[in-house]
């Protein structure tokens, strides 16, 4: 299966998975309200960030056994530090229950259960099925990961929405959230091929070799994703956090089919430039990047002018988010381009100098964010997610500049944004069009009307004005189509 085929596959599979989880977001939100979310969102922000504990050992095995030596003994030298990590983490999550409890306000009027017992039970199974998922992209079946994520977020969502039918509400999302973690991870096992071998001592020096570096990169996806949420948690209500976590779920949506891209890469550039030379990877950088905005450049476009509709799906306590929204989705396009340099950076093997540019990110958006929502509230948390991105970008590509003869795609970029300026234009135009004659007044056909319309237009106009996308879309479908060819 070819590159192209892979991320296709990926992407399917990172769509459906989004599609189940955008849909029962939207029955939470609509069945618990904006505080639910708000908590709910809280919690599992903080479990996400005591995972970066072992985030830099899950990259330093991914990385090493995809270069396709001593993949066994590298796995169990992993399994090996996880397991003591595990430990620590729950001593410490009894050891400042007070703390939590006090943090993620008003759990206890939901739950009569310790909030030290959800930590824990997140935590382990987390670590488990990612574990499992890293494993499964080292050995570069890719495409099986990806197919695994709809199983994952299905099997959360049936299981939540069960018990949030049932009546227990916000228990009913944490327990529901475990039960699909705890399958995911068991099915994944069936396609892991590495058998765990006895470890030497230059195993574990390899691995945290890696390691010292690229559990910053997991910092700075969780800075990214997380950090606004838990500022957010100090200075607003449960209520606006839920808010600002419903418009970043819209928003991530449009980052899928980057991320598609990244997960395929990542292997194939490691595997490239360990096998052969740093020089060998450019051309799939060069893909990659040429191909990133291919979702989320009309995704900006269309979410700018629908930004308010889209938010009133969930209910009239969201349409706050309009502006959140907007200036999210523009976050996840720029970081999306500054992830695949990253992603290069780490595959090929100089993860300290993603570390540097993960630092700069970092520290500037913990102190953007807390200037700017003390000032402006979630529109500011939002906006400091935007000029993080930007500048963690313009330093992703300035560094990978300077070590590999890539040549920076602009004509393919260009063609999407033409396409989906035009697209935007068609939306604009009859959503005017819409509010003026009244013909249609039920908000989700409105919504769903516009975004099928405006998908048409814009994959038709990049097929008839980019011969580049034309030949991959012809090359990657498992029948010809004249036109096309």
Not at 70 to 82: H, K, N, V, W
Not at 86 to 99: D, E, G, K, W
Not at 142 to 158: A, E
Not at 159 to 173: K, P, S
Request: aromatic content about 10%; charged content about 10%; overall charge neutral.
């Amino acid at each position: 299966m070819n590159i192209g085929q892979t991320s296709i596959i990926v992407y399917l599979s990172l769509l459906f998975a989004s599609a189940l989880g955008f849909l029962s977001t939207l029955y939470f939100a609509r069945k618990l309200g904006p505080e639910i979310i708000g908590i709910f969102s809280l919690l599992m922000a903080v479990i996400t960030w005591l995972s970066l504990a072992n985030v830099g050992l899950g990259e330093a095995m991914k990385k090493r056994i995809s270069e396709g030596n001593d993949q066994g003994e590298f796995l169990s030298a992993t399994i090996l530090c996880i397991i003591p990590i595990a430990v620590i983490v729950a001593i410490l999550a009894v050891a400042f229950q007070p703390t939590l409890q006090n943090y993620v306000d008003g759990f206890d009027k939901y739950v009569n259960i310790s909030i030290v017992w959800f930590v824990m039970g997140v935590f382990l199974i987390r670590t488990f099925f990612q574990s499992v998922f890293r494993t499964l992209t080292s050995q570069r079946m890719v495409h099986i990961r990806g197919l695994l994520d709809p199983v994952s977020i299905g099997g959360k969502s049936l299981f939540q929405i069960i018990l949030v039918a049932g009546g227990y509400g916000l228990l009913g999302m944490l327990v529901g959230w475990m039960l699909g973690g705890l399958l995911v991870g068991v099915i994944g096992l069936y396609w892991v091929r590495i058998r765990p071998a006895r470890p030497s001592k230059r195993h574990f020096k390899s691995l945290f070799e890696y390691a010292k570096f690229s559990w910053l990169t997991g910092l700075k996806s969780r800075a990214f994703n997380q950090v606004d949420i838990l500022l957010l948690g100090a200075f607003v209500s449960s209520s606006l956090v839920g808010v600002y976590a419903v418009a970043w779920s819209i928003a991530k949506f449009l980052e899928l089919f980057g991320n598609s891209i990244g997960q395929t890469m990542f292997p194939e550039i490691s595997h490239t430039s360990a096998q052969d030379s740093t020089e060998a990877a450019a051309g799939l950088l060069e893909d990659s990047l040429a191909f990133n905005g291919l979702i989320a450049i009309p995704g900006l476009i269309g979410g700018l002018v629908l930004a308010e509709r889209l938010m009133r799906l969930y209910g009239p306590d969201f349409t706050r988010g309009g502006a959140v929204l907007a200036l999210l989705i523009l976050a996840t396009l720029v970081y999306s381009y500054q992830n695949q340099l990253l992603n290069t950076l780490n595959a090929i093997d100089r993860p300290d100098i993603a570390f540097r540019i993960n630092v700069v990110f970092i520290a500037l958006n913990a102190v953007l964010n807390v200037v700017l929502i003390s000032q402006y509230g979630i529109e500011g948390a939002a906006a400091a997610t935007v000029i993080s991105a930007a500048v963690g970008l313009g330093l992703s590509y300035y560094a990978l500049d300077s070590l590999i003869d890539f040549e920076t795609p602009v004509r393919e970029p260009t063609r999407q944004i033409a396409a989906a300026l035009l697209m935007g234009g068609v939306i604009w135009v009859a959503l005017e069009s819409i509010e003026t004659t009244g013909l249609i007044t039920h908000n989700a056909i409105i919504v769903v009307s516009l975004v099928t319309s405006g998908a048409g237009v814009y994959f038709l106009t990049l097929l008839g004005i980019s011969p580049q996308f034309r030949a991959t879309v012809n090359r990657n479908l498992p029948f010809e189509v004249p036109f096309l060819g």
